[in-house]
């Protein structure tokens, strides 16, 4: 019984945490995965530990496909992330001159600019 409890614990985190790491879901790539290997581990329980009456059995077949749908959730979350962060990386910033140079936006702020290969503080005083 605490197996199903805990299937729809990991799911309840698993599809609340997709709206809450929408401005982080770089960062929290490695969570997901977490999430999902977490769901394999309460799979492989109730497949270990079948339960004998016919109650708990379809109770145990829905916790199974809760987490089944959890892990490909999670999965696809961590592909997409992951896709979208390589894209991101992959921003050029035009130098003005005609040359691109690659450059994270996390290196510098919203109040600096590129500027060939310096990056120039325009922050007043």
Do not use: K
Not at 6 to 11: H, K
């Amino acid at each position: 019984m605490w197996c199903i409890l805990a299937a729809l614990i990991l799911a309840a985190l698993s599809f609340l945490s997709f709206p809450a790491f929408v401005h982080t879901y770089c960062e929290n790539r490695p969570i997901m995965l977490i999430l999902a290997a977490m769901g394999a581990g309460t799979s492989y329980l109730l497949v270990r530990f079948w339960p004998l009456t016919p109650l708990r059995r379809v109770g145990a077949m829905l916790a199974i496909l809760l987490c089944l749908l959890e892990i490909t959730f999670n999965v696809w979350f961590f592909a997409w992330a992951s896709h979208a962060c390589a894209a991101q990386e992959r921003m050029r910033y035009d130098c003005g001159d005609g040359r691109f140079w690659r450059i994270p936006s996390s290196h510098f702020s919203s109040r600096q600019r590129v500027d060939g290969e310096r990056v120039l503080d325009e922050t007043p005083g």
